[in-house]
């Protein structure tokens, strides 16, 4: 440093690789905003390339931790607990609520536990779980959220996570869904949470019921605890489900048999099921509506996004319609057709195919009018993003889709179905004909050849 001229450092010189080839991986970050994907591929990209192992020895599990308040427990006592891959550096959370049906007085929930025990103690979860779908770290597998800290809690609490009761000689079990919940996000701020920019409070069937009832109660725990700058949200997927009067009543004798409404009457009370305190107020003494995705929805602060299948199969096996089996009657039929248009509400994104998604690996192929089910999430993080910072949405970027698709299984980027009995997939003419559907005779009101209608049923048309 002579004269008062600073002296160029010189550039130290790129890394040499076997045969003293120098391998070059330019980053392009011009339009990082609006290509977020490709700018991620080359990040990684470039990071194996320094790397060359790493791909290898990265572990991508989540790790089973049981809970700090013991005291919190699954169903027969058993700790309740948490899977847990932190991705240091993210200030990006994403915790999953498992789902899988639920239980409402002894007799049934007995049977539960003889048949579905992972559903209601911990005591054989194994040590590690990996994630797929939304809680892949992949990033071909989960565009927008793979380097995201993954949390998956498990369900042992069989009260669509909404109970908050101990066991008691008279109930057999203890209900503590909803304390579940609050006990994990306690956990976490130890570990990262409380660094968070957003939290995703995500789920899938029982699950997405759990998030409609939880998120709001998730933010004002963090709130409380003076962790105000945590923006929590909600994903539910699959949970919003309607107090149909069923199709025909049958002798109600499990938790499929009973309508909708009457399970849940009969859980909350077994469960000590607790529901937003808003729309507790606005459904006194009846407090079962806010089970229900349209009447608790409206009462939530919480920004949520919406999946739900326009031909829901829980939804139409509580309504006793069958979709596999025997094929289904005209009445069935129409009731059917009925349902899709009754689940057209003012949402988010709704598809036809027949389960929840968001876990799958092939959830990334799944679209509604072209817009896949990642991408329509990741505009609706930036929608929100952007009305933080008075901007403009993004044009292109729909957070808001329906499908115009008029039976189940009519979009062809669904994934097969299979039949129930004999595990086979179905293809789109085998299951509209195994639902009783007349292609000849649909041919013929329509004026055109059976083979072009059924050309065009194949192609999703």
Not at 42 to 60: E, G
Not at 130 to 148: K, M, R
Not at 352 to 375: A, C, F, H, M
């Amino acid at each position: 440093m002579g004269n008062g001229h600073f002296r160029p450092r010189r550039a130290p010189p790129p890394p040499t690789y076997r045969g003293d080839t120098t391998e070059s991986f330019p980053l392009d970050f011009t339009a990082v905003e609006e290509n977020m994907d490709n700018f991620m591929t080359q990040v990684k990209n470039l990071a194996q390339s320094l790397y060359p192992c790493s791909a290898q020895k990265l572990d991508y599990d989540m790790k089973l931790n049981f809970l700090e308040n013991t005291s919190v427990t699954c169903n027969d006592g058993s700790s309740a607990g948490y899977y847990l891959k932190e991705s240091r550096g993210s200030r990006r959370w994403l915790i999953f609520l498992e789902g899988g049906w639920y239980c409402f007085n002894k007799e049934n929930c007995d049977s539960r536990y003889d048949t579905m025990r992972r559903l209601m103690s911990s005591s054989k979860w194994p040590q590690t779980k990996t994630g797929t779908g939304i809680l892949s770290p992949l990033p071909e597998e989960n565009p927008h959220w793979w380097n995201a800290n993954m949390v998956f809690i498990p369900y042992c609490s069989s009260d669509v996570w909404s109970g908050a009761a101990a066991k008691t000689e008279q109930s057999g079990y203890a209900f503590m869904g909803s304390l579940i919940i609050q006990e994990v996000v306690k956990d976490l701020l130890s570990k990262g949470l409380d660094t968070a920019k957003v939290l995703l409070l995500a789920g899938s069937s029982a699950g997405g019921t759990g998030v409609l009832l939880n998120v709001d109660r998730v933010a004002d725990l963090l709130e409380g605890l003076g962790h105000t700058g945590i923006q929590v949200r909600g994903l539910s997927d699959s949970g919003w489900f309607l107090d149909n009067k069923q199709y025909h009543c049958t002798d109600c004798v499990d938790a499929v048999g009973f309508a909708p409404t009457e399970t849940i009457k009969r859980g909350i009370k077994y469960w000590g099921g607790m529901v937003p305190e808003k729309c507790k107020q606005i459904h006194e003494g009846e407090e079962w509506n806010c089970f229900f995705g349209y009447r608790v929805f409206p009462s939530i602060k919480s920004p949520v996004f919406v999946v739900q299948w326009l031909f829901d199969e829980a939804q139409l096996t509580v309504d006793n319609i069958q979709l596999t089996g025997q094929p289904v009657q005209e009445g069935q039929w129409r009731y059917i057709q009925n349902l899709g248009n009754v689940f057209a509400f003012s949402g988010t994104i709704q598809n036809e195919d027949l389960k929840e998604i968001i876990t799958r690996n092939y959830w990334i192929d799944v679209q509604v009018k072209g817009t896949s089910l990642p991408r329509a999430l990741h505009c609706w993080d930036r929608s929100l993003h952007d009305n933080r910072n008075n901007k403009a949405p993004p044009k292109g970027c729909p957070v808001h889709l329906i499908d115009s698709c008029p039976w189940p299984h009519c979009n062809p980027t669904c994934p097969t179905i299979r039949d129930q009995f004999t595990g086979q997939e179905m293809s789109v003419i085998q299951f509209l004909m195994h639902m009783g559907f007349d292609v000849q005779k649909m041919a013929q009101q329509q004026g055109m050849d059976p083979s072009k209608l059924l050309g065009m049923l194949s192609s999703g048309s």
